[in-house]
């Protein structure tokens, strides 16, 4: 028996909409300490790490561990139909291979959802010592990667000397961005070392989607290496990317 009461569908509307833009389908597990969903994009590229403590909900019961595999387009959908005033209720009861999810406003509307037999992968997050950490305004790095678009698919993410730089070139031009401490969009940076590393700009804006949930993101990389983005939820949890870098020719 699972059943959770979240207080404000509208988080878990932009939260569905964040593992969407990257993931089809996956496995929602629940315990007694939370709801947690890592997966890859299906071209195994990028990773998604969503972990949502029983404390973030209004009520949390989980009798044992359930594992919840879902469509998340499907799910977007039914989420759309949320209205900003609703509770959301996630339910599923023993031995029913449906999900219920209630929305509990001004009146009780309930859609029901069949569980999908997906493969679990045990999916294991990069072991990776980052040379740069950098905590930043997520609306700041949005804006850059929407800057870097206009000019290329590609961006190379870099720091040095408390600065953090992105800049890309392409046949349509050349862009540099630069944000720092005095602009109060950087808002802390840590670096072992000077790095850069080249990424794949459609990746970058899909897991944006998950700023709508936190003003303030941590960016962490290392030279030619893995990205790290972590987004931490004010209701409780957080959310990481994961993003594999483009090599430079």
């Known amino acids: 028996m699972f059943k959770a009461i979240f207080p404000d569908s509208k988080v878990w509307k932009e939260l569905v909409e964040s593992i969407c833009a990257l993931v089809e389908e996956g496995v929602f597990v629940a315990n007694s300490d939370g709801i947690k969903l890592r997966a890859m994009d299906p071209s195994r590229v990028a990773m998604i790490d969503l972990e949502i403590p ?3 909900f209004e009520s949390y019961e989980c009798t044992k561990e359930e594992f919840l595999g879902l469509n998340f387009d499907d799910f977007k959908k039914i989420m759309k139909r949320a209205s900003s005033k609703d509770k959301l209720e996630l339910e599923k009861s023993e031995n029913e291979a449906r999900l219920k999810v ?3 406003g001004t009146y009780t509307r309930t859609f029901s959802m ?6 679990r992968e ?8 980052f040379s740069v950490t950098v905590k930043l305004l997520a609306s700041a790095l949005e804006d850059a990667i929407k800057d870097a678009e206009v000019v290329s698919d590609f961006a190379k993410i870099s720091a040095e ?8 070139s392409g046949d349509r031009g050349e862009v540099e961005i630069e944000i720092t401490k005095e602009s109060g969009e950087l808002l802390s940076i840590e670096l072992k070392e000077s790095a850069h590393a080249l990424y794949t700009l459609s990746y970058l804006k899909k897991m944006m989607a998950a700023a709508d949930l936190s003003d303030v993101c941590i960016l962490m990389f290392s030279t030619d290496m893995p990205l790290r983005l972590d987004f931490g939820l004010l209701t409780g949890g957080k959310i990481t990317y994961y993003l594999a870098p483009r090599m430079e020719a």
Request: hydrophobic share 45%; charged share 20%.
């Open 161 to 168: 000397n408390d600065v953090l730089k992105i800049t890309a």
């Open 54 to 56: 029983s404390s973030a």
């Open 114 to 119: 069949p569980l999908l037999d997906i493969g």
């Open 122 to 129: 045990e999916l294991s997050v990069p072991n990776i010592s």
């Open 102 to 104: 209630k929305f509990r």
